[in-house]
């Protein structure tokens, strides 16, 4: 071969060699996992109706590990709990969001209270409140927001306290 082949071949080599770190290094850090703080919000699978189309996770509230809806789009954030009774068959359902935010929440369209509560990057609890269903149109019923930035919400039946944190589950 000619020094200009053995440079051809080379360099497709090497080419190779870039693409299969790139794929590897990509399937190796694509665990469905959401990191920012020290908290992760795992994938467990698809929920269950009412909530087809959404996905489940799994995090320890106050000591117990518990199964959560998950909201992480603006559509699945804003349709949250509206036209449902309430979370079940799950323990609550979490707004999870690409970034800390001061998003407020309304309750029209839910026709039972919720406990919220807000939580940092790391899973600390910002506040919490009831909220109280209000059979208006959006801008016509009360705001509720968090008293800081927040990364995560998690919505649960009222009589349920927010968990005072949220945490991964031992493995």
């Known amino acids: 071969m000619t020094g200009t082949r053995w440079a051809a071949v080379g360099f497709g080599l090497a080419f ?25 919000v ?6 269950v109706a009412p909530f087809e189309g959404l996905t489940v996770t799994r995090l320890e ?6 199964h ?13 709990l ?3 009774t309430d979370p079940s068959p799950y323990a609550g359902m979490l707004f999870v969001f690409d970034t800390s935010t001061d998003a407020t929440f309304t ?3 839910v026709s039972q209270p919720l406990e919220i509560g807000f939580y ?5 609890l910002v506040s919490r409140t009831r909220m109280e269903p209000c059979k208006a149109t959006a801008d016509r019923c009360p705001v509720y927001r968090a008293d800081g930035s927040f990364r995560y919400a998690l919505e649960v039946a ?14």
């Open 16 to 40: 190779l060699a870039v693409v299969a770190y790139f794929v590897v290094a990509s399937i190796a850090l694509d665990d469905s996992t959401e990191r920012v703080g020290s908290l992760r």
């Open 42 to 47: 795992p994938t467990t699978g698809a929920a």
């Open 61 to 66: 509230l106050d000591g117990a590990c518990k």
């Open 68 to 80: 959560l809806v998950v909201a992480d789009d603006l559509d699945e954030r804003e349709a949250g």
């Open 82 to 84: 509206r036209d449902r």
């Open 107 to 109: 309750m029209a369209g």
């Open 120 to 124: 940092d990057a790391d899973g600390g």
């Open 158 to 171: 009222a009589g349920h306290a927010a968990p005072g944190s949220l945490a991964n589950c031992p493995s």
